[in-house]
């Protein structure tokens, strides 16, 4: 089955500093790579996803990077503010016909210094 | 549009109990997926539902079971509970679930204690 690995587990950034999160998936056949970001006692919500036939995707101060050769993704976070401090997870799946569930990573906390 | 809601909130029961977990999705939505969330293991995929089907299933016990109704509800059973099921489930529903609406949304979770 999948496998995903995210680094690193804990980051700290100064405040209007930028924030990068690794991943890396294992199954080649995953199509699908969302994030989602979780706030302490709070549900996760979907910040932003890319698909495979994509190379990256941008909203506003978010962007996701995916390298299919290498199997690997990043989020990238600009300008960032004390209220993108939480737990944020990576995850892949593959959906060709149903919807499988999302293999996750175990999560990066994002710490935003002020 | 409303968003996923899970009841009951918070949950404790005892070792050997079994526990009815519910979800409703977002409306609209027919997949509803299910995941247990734990310090140690992070977000675990359970089973996941599409038109009172189960198409896909983790690797969990099969304490652990599912299902779903004609108005896209689901429920989770536990049953035989043991310390180690204590956790955080959550339930996430999509539109559909197939090759174009893998979005998926989560409620806000059932937090279960097992003493």
């Known amino acids: 089955g999948e496998n995903v690995e995210q680094h690193p587990s804990t980051l700290s950034v100064q405040e209007g500093d930028s924030a990068v999160i690794k991943c890396t998936y294992s199954d080649s056949a995953s199509n699908y790579f969302p994030w989602y970001k979780q706030e302490l006692g709070k549900r996760p919500q979907l910040i932003i996803d890319?698909?495979?036939?994509?190379g990256e995707k941008k909203d506003q101060r978010i962007a996701v990077t995916l390298n299919k050769t290498a199997k690997h993704f990043s989020l990238h976070i600009t300008e960032t503010q004390p209220e993108d401090s939480a737990v944020y997870f990576c995850a892949a799946s593959y959906s060709g016909g149903g919807a499988d569930g999302l293999t996750f990573g175990k999560g990066t906390h994002l710490i935003i210094q002020p | 549009k409303a968003g996923v809601t899970q009841t009951p909130r918070y949950l404790i029961k005892t070792r050997g109990q079994q526990v009815t977990l519910s979800c409703s999705p977002i409306?609209?939505?027919?997949?509803v997926s299910w995941y247990q969330q734990t310090p140690g293991q992070g977000l675990q995929f359970l089973f996941e539902y599409f038109s009172e089907t189960q198409r896909n299933k983790g690797n969990f016990p099969g304490r652990f079971s599912g299902r779903q109704f004609s108005n896209s509800r689901s429920e989770m059973n536990v049953s035989t509970l043991e310390l180690g099921d204590s956790a955080l489930y959550l339930c996430?529903?999509?539109?559909?679930?197939?090759?174009?609406?893998?979005?998926?949304?989560f409620g806000p979770g059932t937090r279960l204690t097992v003493t």
């Open positions: 996430a529903s999509s539109l559909e679930g197939g090759v174009s609406n893998y979005e998926q949304y």
């Open positions: 890319i698909r495979s036939n994509v």
């Open positions: 409306s609209g939505h027919r997949s």
